[in-house]
């Protein structure tokens, strides 16, 4: 299997977008659909136009694709702090900065492969001596990007966030 269509399979199924809901009832309630794209921009050309990742034939060190998670509310009920998830795939390092933030939204990563959370994930390494040294994980150790929104997502609305990973 080709890098990118490896890439591809990890991102372009629906564990890009895992979403969740705070509120649950047993009436019918919000009902999250989620959708994925990629876009591609090669490291050679950095001011080029995104273009569709299904596209490209070949990834090389250096490109990057923009990936754009959109969350809509069809249940009939809003979605109380709704959750989305966003991979990082294998052979890709997350880029910082890149994932979509307002006042609204708290973003978050995973270096366990989603396990735990935090705005600046740390990691602890032993020394010469033994004794362990906690420091921030690099963006390149991210394995997801979370984002959980503070307020309600109305029925029939969508929300869309979004984060670069470079090719490595």
């Given at each position: 299997m080709t890098r990118?269509?490896?890439i591809q399979r990890v991102a372009g199924g629906a564990a890009?977008?895992?979403?969740?809901?705070?509120?649950?009832?047993w009436s019918a309630g919000p009902a999250m659909v989620a959708q994925t794209t990629g876009?591609?921009?090669p490291a050679s050309?950095?001011?080029a136009k995104w273009s569709s990742l299904s596209d490209v034939d070949r990834l090389e060190r250096g490109d990057h694709i923009l990936y754009?998670?959109?969350i809509m509310n069809q249940g009939d009920q809003p979605a109380r702090i709704p959750v989305a998830l966003?991979?990082?795939p294998l052979g890709t390092a997350y880029v910082p900065g890149t994932a979509t933030q307002t006042k609204n939204l708290e973003v978050e990563f995973s270096t366990d492969g989603g396990r735990t959370?935090?705005?600046?994930p740390a990691v602890s390494l032993a020394g010469k001596d033994g004794t362990f040294h906690t420091l921030s994980a690099p963006p390149e150790k991210y394995t997801?990007?979370?984002w959980r929104w503070s307020t309600p997502l109305p029925v029939g609305a969508t929300a869309e966030v979004s984060y670069e990973v470079e090719v490595r």
């Open positions: 990118i269509k490896r890009v977008a895992l979403l969740l809901c705070a509120r649950f009832s876009s591609h921009r050309r950095p001011n754009r998670v959109q966003g991979p990082i959370f935090s705005p600046a997801t990007v979370r």
